[in-house]
């Protein structure tokens, strides 16, 4: 019955998403769902149950991730045709750094909850208790949110790349434009950290 619903939220999510930036959130919030019923299932809720906190954590987390994707979006849109201009260039890549600053806030609550998952399914590994339909939820639980995490690991490169490019192409330097590249550098990083940390967890198990 679980499978059933998310197919059914997935589809109707599909059948509306129709911009770059809706799919992103499409991804987004199907991701948080999935994951959401797996966690649930692992806590030893009953399906039904589990099935309406899938719906609305899928909710929830698609509004998260379209408010990021959507910002990325709108900081692009801003920038269109100041790409040149280095008043224009600072605003970008303040709000950029601003937004992924809070992405980063999220994702390491993520991955508190992820490893604390994960501790119990291996001391129950270890005992020979584990349940194996709890585990094979977890993983992928894990699969989910490495992915997502991926891919704004993805984005943020491209990024940083543009900025540095535009940087390079700088007669005279600006030591705040240097300021915040070197943000957006380590904010990357700390998303890089972070998802490496899922993806050990995930190795875990």
Do not use: W
Not at 26 to 39: K, T
Not at 43 to 68: E, F, P
Not at 148 to 158: F, I, Y
């Amino acid at each position: 019955m679980i499978r059933i619903v998310l197919i059914t939220l997935l589809a109707a999510l599909t059948t509306a998403c129709a911009t770059p930036q809706q799919n992103a959130a499409l991804e987004c919030g199907a991701g948080g769902a999935v994951a959401a019923a797996l966690l649930c299932k692992l806590a030893g809720g009953d399906t039904g149950k589990c099935a309406a906190i899938a719906a609305g954590v899928g909710v929830i987390g698609g509004a998260g991730c379209y408010a990021y994707s959507n910002k990325m979006a709108k900081r692009e849109k801003e920038l269109e045709g100041h790409e040149n201009d280095l008043d224009a260039r600072l605003k970008y890549v303040k709000d950029v750094n601003s937004d992924t600053a809070a992405y980063n806030d999220q994702l390491k609550k993520d991955v508190g909850t992820a490893t604390q998952n994960t501790d119990q399914l291996v001391a129950q590994m270890r005992q020979k208790t584990v349940d194996q339909q709890k585990l094979a939820d977890q993983r992928k639980a894990l699969d989910t949110q490495i992915k997502l995490a991926n891919d704004s690991v993805t984005l943020q490169r491209k990024q940083l790349s543009s900025m540095r490019s535009f940087q390079a192409q700088q007669t005279v330097k600006s030591q705040e434009l240097a300021s915040e590249i070197q943000r957006q550098q380590m904010l990357l990083a700390e998303t890089e950290r972070e998802t490496n940390a899922l993806a050990a967890q995930r190795q875990r198990i």
